[in-house]
């Protein structure tokens, strides 16, 4: 199986001008996967050829600039679980939603399919973050227990700045009277947020628009989004609501990464 290429990501320019920091939200192209996983699927809990992932994990921690062994991804579990690393997994991945390091030469990342790929840096203290916000990530916490564990490693909320990837955008997320009803007993200021559907009883969700909104009242210096659908943008991105309307039996995942480069 050939090596020899690097997929190009997806860039922030915010994120771009901070120095020795690189980054990428990759799409789902420049790998070597088929059908319902073309190409670039980074998914290992797929159901696509492990020797395909393989791959296409080995071309993104290239384009990252680091080992394979070194583009970290956790076991994601839609909680607000943060874990922070040192240095490469060993044995099982840790159960968690985002991972922070201070560590050059680490690629910590994300696997998303609709949900919201957020990363963060204060490059003047050298630490970065990654989080994994879906709706219950983003409710339960994962953006401000993130930027809390960058803290502990010595960032300051006035100095990071994060950006929003590639996710789901409010036009194609229909969401039930459960949900809003769970949202706006959180605050009722949620109502903002959503939008008649269709459907009676329904509502979109603007996921992108409340994860900018929570990440500015945690305190960070900068928030901003890349603004691009992972749903309406098929030929970019794996979605997994996509997938779910076209009735197909499985799914990719893209990965969104960050590393402090080795001085």
């Known amino acids: 199986m ?3 290429a690097t997929p190009e990501p997806i860039r922030s320019p915010l994120l771009d001008s901070l120095p020795g920091i690189r ?10 996967s088929g059908g319902i996983y073309e190409s ?3 998914g290992v809990g797929s159901d696509d050829d492990k020797a395909k992932v393989s791959e296409n994990r080995i071309r993104v921690a290239t384009s990252m600039g680091v080992s394979p062994e070194k583009l970290l991804t956790p076991y994601q579990i839609h909680s607000p679980d943060v874990v922070t690393v040192s240095t490469p ?3 099982e991945k840790p159960r968690a939603d985002a991972i922070v390091t201070n560590r050059p030469g680490l690629a910590i ?4 399919a609709d949900c919201g ?4 840096a204060d490059a003047t203290a050298g630490v970065i973050g990654a989080a994994h916000a879906g709706w219950k990530g983003a409710t339960g916490g994962v953006i401000e227990n993130t930027i809390a564990a960058m803290a502990e490693l010595g960032a300051r909320r006035d100095r990071i700045v994060a950006v929003l990837g590639p996710s789901i955008s409010q036009r194609n997320y229909e969401v039930g009277p459960e949900f809003a009803e769970r949202l706006l007993d959180l605050d009722a200021a949620n109502a903002r947020y959503l939008v ?3 459907n009676e009883g329904h509502a979109m969700f603007d996921l992108n628009n409340y994860t900018v909104d929570r990440l500015q009242a945690a305190g960070v210096a900068q928030a901003e989004m890349l603004d691009r659908c992972t749903y309406a943008e098929g030929d970019l991105f794996f979605s997994y609501r996509r997938t779910t309307h076209r009735g197909e039996p499985d799914y990719g995942r893209q990965v969104s990464a960050i590393v402090l480069e080795d001085k």
């Open 196 to 198: 008649p559907s269709e």
């Open 40 to 42: 670039l699927n980074i």
């Open 23 to 32: 980054h990428g939200y990759f799409t789902r192209q420049g790998g070597v």
């Open 2 to 4: 050939p090596t020899s």
């Open 117 to 120: 790929p957020i990363l963060f």
């Open 109 to 112: 990342g994300i696997s998303t």
């Open 89 to 91: 997994f060993t044995g």
